[in-house]
């Protein structure tokens, strides 16, 4: 059976430092909010298989992803554009899954992960997440759920 | 002497962030390509001399270590750097990478491990 018990804690400190390697950006992390102030508008997922299998959704606000694009090309925010900035959300969650993973299944674990890729909001999975990060960034946020398959079933 | 660099990676943006801190840590390329995936890798690497390749893991047609495995096979090709530059986190995978003779940077990458990493592999090459 998994031990949950700080996955929160693994988890925002997996988001806060990708951020920070990525981009400069410095995210804070919100315990008191158990959601975001705002329907945030842009969610990326990516699926894994191996110990354990599951989803983790990556959601940003619209301010979140420019900011994010444009530092990790080293532009500004007006010389990025659309194929960019769905690249670079894309590759932040795939490094935080890449980092995710070995931090709370073991360094030895072999992981297989998918492909992300940008969906509707509304195509999350059911039922509540093993663990879940909101962060907020300069005046947006960022909102990281993982859900486990057969977690809930324990 | 001249750097020539090869970065296979299927994220445009990741490509640049590698070329960018490669930049920023002081190492300048005299020529750079790029490819977004094994098979394009290779096809590069048929066509120019290139002195250290970049290469990502997790590509679609073909991915990193199957780009690997045919360098390996390559009598041309078998000497030349590679840095696998890469999410992957487990051990097991890594220490395979690293006995075919790549080495290893996992992503998020700082400025100084890259340059630490590369200089370690090149010398005075750059």
Do not use: Y
């Amino acid at each position: 059976m998994l031990n949950t018990e700080n996955w929160n804690d693994i988890l925002t400190q997996v988001v806060v430092e990708a951020l920070e390697k990525l981009a400069f950006m410095f995210a804070m992390r919100e315990d008191e909010l158990s959601d975001v102030p705002e329907g945030l508008p842009l969610t990326a997922r990516t699926s894994f298989t191996g110990p354990f299998s599951g989803t983790l959704v990556l959601s940003f606000s619209t301010q979140v992803l420019d900011e994010l694009t444009a530092n990790m090309l080293g532009v500004d925010e007006d010389e990025t554009n659309a194929e960019q900035k769905a690249d670079a959300f894309r590759e932040a969650l795939n490094v935080v899954c890449g980092n995710l993973l070995p931090a709370i299944g073991g360094e030895t674990a072999v992981f297989n992960i998918r492909m992300p890729e940008i969906i509707r909001s509304h195509k999350q999975p059911a039922g509540p997440p093993a663990a879940r990060a909101i962060l907020s960034i300069d005046e947006g946020w960022c909102d990281v759920k993982l859900f486990v398959e057969g977690l809930q079933d324990d | 002497m001249a750097l020539n660099l090869l970065i296979v990676d299927d994220s445009a943006v990741m490509r640049a962030m590698i070329l960018k801190t490669m930049r920023m840590s002081g190492i300048e390329p005299a020529e750079v390509h790029e490819a977004g995936n094994g098979r394009d890798g290779l096809a590069v690497l048929k066509d120019n001399w290139i002195d250290l390749v970049v290469l990502d893991i997790n590509m679609p047609v073909m991915n990193g270590e199957e780009m690997l495995d045919h360098m390996q096979m390559d009598a041309e090709m078998k000497n030349i750097p590679v840095v696998v530059i890469s999410t992957e986190g487990s051990q097991t995978r890594i220490e395979r990478l690293q006995h075919k003779g790549a080495r290893f940077i996992r992503k998020p990458f700082s400025a100084e491990t890259i340059r630490d990493t590369v200089k370690d592999m090149l010398g005075e090459l750059c």
